[in-house]
C-alpha cells in the first residue's frame, strides 16, 4: 500500500497554527518522501518548531497530516506517534535531566512492543555513538551540549522510527560537533532507512546536508526545492539577507 | 544525662519513619505532577480506619491488613486521579496547578467529616502485643511497634527505589515528572501514568497505617498533625526527593525526640516549624532538593 503512495511517507497540507489570536503557522503544505532528507529553514519565529510540533501533535493544528498514505494524524494523541513509526527530538535537546544516559536510552524504547529487541537497539545506537557507552551511568544534564545531543537522538532511535524529526540539532554546538551530528544524520538515513525532517537557521550547511528544503517566512511556505535549485535561487539570498551570517 | 538523649533520639528516629513514609506518599505525587496533594494525611486516615475495622470485625492483626488495604487504597487513589485530578489537570495550563491543590484541600475535608459522621470523634485504639511490648537493649528501651514501622519504612522506600528505577513503569513515572512532553513523544501516556503515581502514593499510606495503629490512636483527624509534619520534611530533604523525604522523616523524628526531653511537646513543634521556616528562607530546595528545574 504504502509503496504505491507515490512514495510519500508525510505529507502536510493547509496547516495552521494558532497560538490565541496570533497566527504562527499559516497554509503551510509539504511533503517528505520515503528516504529522503528535508529541512525547513527560516528565520527566528518563522514557524519552523511550531511546524514541527504540530506534525507529532504537540500543539493543536488545523489542516491535515497524514502519515504513509494512511488515515489523518489529527486526533491522534502524541503519545501513539511512535507506535506509528513518527519520532520527533525537540529544540534545545530536552534529556530526563536527572536520569542517566542509559535510562535515557532505555526510555527511547518504552513501548512494550521495543521491549524485546531493547538491548540490540542499545548495542547499534551506542554503535553509532560510541561516546555513550562510557557515558552510561552519568546523569544526562552533567553532559555537554554536543552528548546532549547523541543522547536526545539515540533515544528516538530506540524508538526504531521510520520517520526522524530534528528541531535544531546544530543549535549551540561547536563546529566540529555539527559534522559529527550531521554524519550521523546521513549514516541512519542512508543505512538505517531512516526518512529524516529537520530544521535550522543556517541555510548554507542545511542545504549541503539536506536533498530538499523548505523556507518559511512569517509562517508562510515561501520558497521550496531541491537544494540545488534553493542554494541558486536570488530569492533565497534576499530573504536571508543578513540571517545567515552566522 | 546522656542516655536520656540517646533514650529520645532512639525513640525520635523510630517514628521518624512513619513522617518519612508520608513524606514519600507526597512526593511521589509531587514530583510526578507539582500538585502538593492536602489529603495524603487524610488518606493515612483512611488506611487506619480500614486497618482498624479489619482488626475489630474480623480480628485481623493489623500488620496484615496491608494485604487488604493496600490494593484498596491503590484502587481509591487510581480512580481519585482519574475522576477528580484529570479532569482539573487537564483545564490547568499552569505548571504549579493550584485549583488541584484546592481540590485535595476540599477532598480531606469532605473525608474527614465523612469519618467522624460514620465513626464518631473518640480516639480509637487496638490492643495487640505491640501495642505496649518493648525490648530492653542495655539502658534504652526500644517498642516493638514503633521499632517494626521504622522497619516497615525502610522495606517500603527500598521498594519503591528499585521500582522507580528499575521497572518501566516506575522510570516512565520520573519520566513524565522530569519532562511531559518528551515523555509522550517516547509513546508514554501521561494521563494513565498519573492514575498509578497517584495510587501508589495512596496505596504507601496503607502501610504506613499498618505500622501506626498498633501504637498510635485512630481518629478522624489524626491525618491532620501527620500531614503539618510531612511539609516539614519534603521542604527539609527536598520536594520531589525521595530519599529527601525518607531522611527529613528521621531528622524530623529526630528533633521531636530530643527537643522533647527537655521541653514539652508543643515547644518541640514550635521548633520544627521555625525550622521548617528558616529552611524556605535559606534552603528552599532543600536539603537532597535535586529532582527540580
Known amino acids: 500500500m504504502t509503496s504505491t503512495w507515490e512514495g510519500r511517507l508525510l505529507s502536510v497540507e493547509n496547516l495552521t497554527v494558532r497560538y490565541g489570536g496570533y497566527l504562527a503557522l499559516s497554509e503551510v503544505s509539504l511533503e517528505v518522501r520515503e528516504g529522503e532528507i528535508v529541512c525547513v529553514m527560516g528565520a527566528n519565529g518563522s514557524g519552523k518548531s511550531t511546524l514541527l510540533n504540530a506534525i507529532s501533535g504537540l500543539v493543536e493544528s488545523e489542516g491535515e497530516v497524514r502519515f504513509e498514505g494512511r488515515r489523518s494524524l489529527q486526533g491522534v494523541p502524541t503519545h501513539e506517534r511512535l507506535s506509528l513509526g513518527l519520532a520527533h527530538v525537540l529544540e534545545r535537546r530536552r534529556l530526563f535531566p536527572y536520569m542517566t544516559v542509559l535510562e535515557n536510552l532505555l526510555l527511547g524504547a518504552y513501548l512494550p512492543p521495543l521491549r524485546s529487541e531493547r538491548a540490540r537497539a542499545l548495542e547499534r545506537v551506542e554503535a553509532l555513538f560510541p561516546v555513550l557507552r562510557e557515558r552510561r551511568h552519568q546523569l544526562a544534564h552533567s553532559l555537554s551540549g554536543g552528548e546532549q545531543q547523541q543522547v536526545a537522538i539515540a533515544r528516538a532511535l530506540m524508538g526504531r522510527p521510520r520517520f526522524l524529526m530534528l528541531d535544531e540539532p546544530f543549535l549551540g554546538l561547536s563546529p566540529r560537533m555539527v559534522l559529527e551530528i550531521s554524519e550521523v544524520i546521513r549514516t541512519i538515513n542512508r543505512d538505517g532507512g531512516v526518512t529524516v525532517l529537520f530544521n535550522e537557521q543556517s541555510v548554507q550547511h542545511s542545504l549541503g546536508l539536506s536533498d530538499r528544503g523548505y523556507i518559511l517566512e512569517s509562517g508562510r511556505l515561501a520558497l521550496s526545492g531541491t537544494s540545488g535549485e534553493l542554494l541558486a535561487d536570488p530569492r533565497l539570498h534576499r530573504i536571508y539577507m543578513g540571517l545567515d551570517a552566522a | 544525662m546522656t542516655e536520656l538523649v540517646i ?259 508543643a515547644v518541640a513543634q514550635i521548633l520544627l516549624f521555625a525550622v521548617f521556616i528558616a529552611m524556605l528562607f535559606f534552603r528552599p530546595a532543600g536539603l537532597l532538593g535535586l529532582e527540580r528545574k
Do not use: C
Not at chain 2, 77 to 98: C, D
Open chain 2, 7 to 265: 533514650q529520645g533520639a532512639l525513640s525520635g528516629l523510630l517514628i521518624g519513619g512513619i513522617y518519612g513514609l508520608i513524606a514519600l506518599g507526597l512526593n511521589l505525587v509531587f514530583g510526578t505532577m507539582r500538585v502538593v496533594n492536602f489529603a495524603q494525611g487524610t488518606l493515612l486516615m483512611v488506611g487506619m480506619f480500614m486497618a482498624y475495622w479489619l482488626f475489630v470485625l474480623t480480628g485481623l492483626h493489623p500488620y496484615l491488613s496491608p494485604l487488604v488495604t493496600v490494593p484498596a487504597l491503590f484502587a481509591l487513589g487510581y480512580a481519585l486521579q482519574y475522576f477528580l485530578v484529570t479532569p482539573l489537570l487537564a483545564r490547568e495550563r499552569a505548571r504549579e496547578p493550584m485549583s488541584v491543590l484546592l481540590m485535595t484541600l476540599g477532598l480531606a475535608l469532605v473525608l474527614e467529616n465523612l469519618a467522624l459522621m460514620l465513626f464518631r470523634g473518640d480516639y480509637k485504639t487496638v490492643q495487640v502485643r505491640e501495642t505496649s511490648a518493648v525490648w530492653i537493649l542495655g539502658d534504652y528501651i526500644v517498642s516493638v511497634g514503633r521499632f517494626w514501622s521504622f522497619v516497615a519504612m525502610l522495606g517500603t522506600v527500598t521498594a519503591l527505589w528499585l521500582f522507580l528505577s528499575r521497572t518501566d513503569l516506575g522510570r516512565a513515572i520520573r519520566a513524565v515528572g522530569q519532562d511531559r512532553q518528551v515523555a509522550r513523544l517516547l509513546g508514554m501516556n501521561d494521563r494513565v501514568i498519573y492514575n498509578y503515581a497517584f495510587g501508589i502514593s495512596t496505596a504507601v499510606m496503607g502501610i504506613a497505617a499498618a505500622a501506626l495503629v498498633p501504637f498510635y490512636y485512630t481518629h478522624p483527624a489524626v491525618g491532620t498533625s501527620f500531614l503539618l509534619k510531612a511539609f516539614v520534611i519534603v521542604v527539609l530533604g527536598g520536594l520531589g526527593s525521595m530519599p529527601g523525604a525518607a531522611l527529613g522523616g528521621l531528622a524530623v523524628g529526630l528533633i521531636e525526640g530530643v527537643i522533647g526531653i527537655w521541653t514539652e511537646a
